[in-house]
Each structure stands twice: as structure tokens, then as C-alpha cells.
């Protein structure tokens, strides 16, 4: 896993506040924003651990001409800006493909558009097969092709929740006091004995002697459908696993190694031909990422592991020693 190249910072600097002010609003529209935000903008971000975006800022004066009008909110202005650097320096062009697929999606540009950020992703991935932008642009594609954000859908979705915020949130409370009493009471019986994850729910549930104690949202690696059969495939294992080992020093919080290759697994990767892969986890988010909470689990955004938040991996850690089994379903 590696560090965050300058890109990424520069995009942490740049959305960071902006998420941050929209995850402490609250509503129907602010809550599909969030969601919308971290699919496009957070995911890269999140999976640079595992892939990477190289490469820093080849910062000229038009480039910090563009990225000004950016960040005050002039996005057409930025957008030509961005058109006129493409046509007088081709070396720049996926970079600056890059930029324009974000501000087309950018969520308070009132002319976005989903399609033409899409074609400037789309060209970058075809015409630009060795850029630093690539594997970026292939995640922001699948976000926006999968995520269930258009402007109609919030606004029918507003008047689908208008008036039932306080009874939602009145359940919330009694479902989450009663989650806490049988977690406490399972802490006192002490460890679990079993952790059950559901791929297709996306979910992960602590077993003890029979039962479910406690369940948690997860994320899963960017192509969850189907078993993992190789390294590098981005799929998260279905199997009967172990914890065979933790590392508290994670760049992803914390970390426990599940016991991925098992034998079926290394016949069916010797009969393909290829490696099985390893190194597969349940973990945290990425140090230093904290504060995107459980709006991580709207996108499956690791190379295969199973990802939740920050205080749910200390609370799994604390009751699943090592040996624990580890049954993923599909």
C-alpha cells in the first residue's frame, strides 16, 4: 500500500471541507449528495492504498488559472480554461481530462454533466492506456454509472421522507439501544465464535454461540460479484476462512488478516494458471479519512477487503481473536 501522491491531496484539500459541511446538514437531499460525493470524489481517494494515483502537479500558470476559477465555483470559465490547456499542451491532456470529468459531475455546478464527464473518462482510458489517471477514471466511471443519483429522484425521494424525519429517527434511537444492550451483554459472555459476511446484503454480522450480535454496513472490493480467483481482480473471497493474524499498525486503522488463499482456492487459481492473491483484511478507512464515517459503505472501494468504519474494526477487533472463523457468502 502507498502513501497519497499530490493529486490526491490536492483533491482531499479541495472536497474535504465541502463533504465535511454536507455530512453535518441534514435531509433527503443532503444525505443523496453525500452519498453522490463519496462515490465520485472520496472512493479514488479511499483505494490509493491498495491502487494508486502517481504524480504530482506539472503546475504551470494556466493550470493555476483553471484550478482558481475552480475553486471559486466559475466552473465554465474553468471548463474553457481546461479546453484551451488540452489544445496548446498535449503532454497535460488526461490530466486535464481528469479535471473536467470532475467539474461535469461536480455537484454544485447547476450545468453538470453526468455524460460528458463519463467521455472524458472514457478518453482517458482509451487514449491514454499508460496515464497515472487511468485506473481513477475507471472508478469514477463505475460510480457514475451505478450510482442512483439524478436531480428527479432527490426531489421525489424529499417528498417521500418530508414529515417522517422525527419518526425515523425516533426508531433509529430504539434500534440502536437495543443493539448496545445485547453488545454489552455479548462482551460480558465474552468472544465471538463465528463472523458471518453477506456479500450481496453488505453486511457483516459477529456470531456468539448461535447468535447474531451485532451487524455492521461494509464495503467490498470495486468488482464485489463473484468469488476472488486471481490477484489483482478487485474481488472480495466467498469461503470458510480464519483470522490468522491483525495489524494495529494499518494504514487502514486497523487490520485482520483472514486466511485467504484456503486450499480450493489455490487449485482454482493453479488450474487458471495465475496467482490467487492475498493480504485480504477486514479493516478501517485509510488513516487520515476518518471523518467520512459510514458514508464510506456507499461504494465498494477496496482492492477486496472487507471495510468498515474506524470505531466498528476497534469494536470487531476487541471480540474476534485470532481463529475466529470467517464465512463469506455471496
Not at 485480504?280 to 465498494?300: Q, R, Y
Request: hydrophobic share 35%.
Amino acid at each position: 500500500m502507498r502513501e497519497l501522491g499530490n493529486f490526491q491531496i490536492m483533491l482531499f484539500e479541495r472536497y474535504g471541507p465541502f463533504l465535511s459541511w454536507m455530512a453535518g446538514k441534514k435531509g433527503a437531499r443532503v444525505g443523496l449528495l453525500r452519498f453522490f460525493f463519496v462515490g465520485i470524489m472520496v472512493s479514488p481517494m479511499l483505494i490509493s492504498g491498495c491502487g494508486n494515483v502517481h504524480g504530482g502537479f506539472q503546475g504551470t500558470a494556466t493550470l493555476k488559472e483553471a484550478n482558481d476559477l475552480f475553486n471559486q465555483g466559475n466552473y465554465k470559465a474553468s471548463l474553457d480554461k481546461y479546453e484551451q490547456i488540452a489544445e496548446s499542451h498535449a503532454t497535460l491532456e488526461d490530466r486535464v481530462l481528469f479535471e473536467m470529468g470532475i467539474l461535469y459531475a461536480h455537484p454544485r455546478n447547476e450545468h453538470r454533466n453526468y455524460q460528458k464527464s463519463l467521455e472524458c473518462f472514457q478518453k482517458i482510458i482509451r487514449d491514454y492506456p499508460a496515464s497515472h489517471y487511468r485506473q481513477n477514471s475507471q472508478t469514477m466511471m463505475f460510480t457514475l454509472n451505478n450510482a442512483p443519483i439524478k436531480d428527479k429522484q432527490i426531489e421525489i425521494l424529499q417528498q417521500e421522507v418530508k414529515g417522517k424525519d422525527d419518526e425515523i429517527v425516533e426508531l433509529r434511537k430504539k434500534i440502536e439501544a437495543l443493539q448496545e444492550r445485547v453488545f454489552e451483554y455479548a462482551i460480558q459472555k465474552g468472544s465471538v465464535d463465528r463472523i458471518v459476511i453477506e456479500k450481496n446484503a453488505r453486511r457483516l454480522m459477529l456470531i456468539s454461540k448461535g447468535d447474531v450480535i451485532k451487524t455492521y454496513k461494509i464495503a467490498l472490493g470495486g468488482d464485489p460479484v463473484g468469488a476472488k480467483e486471481r490477484e489483482g481482480d478487485n474481488k472480495t473471497p466467498e469461503g470458510v476462512y480464519v483470522i490468522d493474524a491483525r495489524n494495529k499498525g494499518s494504514r487502514y486503522h486497523l487490520a485482520l488478516q483472514i486466511s485467504y488463499p484456503n486450499e480450493k482456492d489455490r487449485k482454482r487459481a493453479h488450474e487458471l494458471g495465475v496467482s490467487p492473491g492475498g493480504n485480504i483484511m477486514i479493516h478501517g478507512i485509510k488513516n487520515g479519512f476518518s471523518w467520512v464515517g459510514d458514508a464510506h459503505a456507499e461504494v465498494d472501494w477496496t482492492k477486496g477487503c472487507i471495510a468498515v468504519t474506524d470505531e466498528e474494526i476497534e469494536e470487531i477487533d476487541k471480540l474476534a481473536p485470532n481463529g475466529t472463523i470467517v464465512e463469506i457468502k455471496p
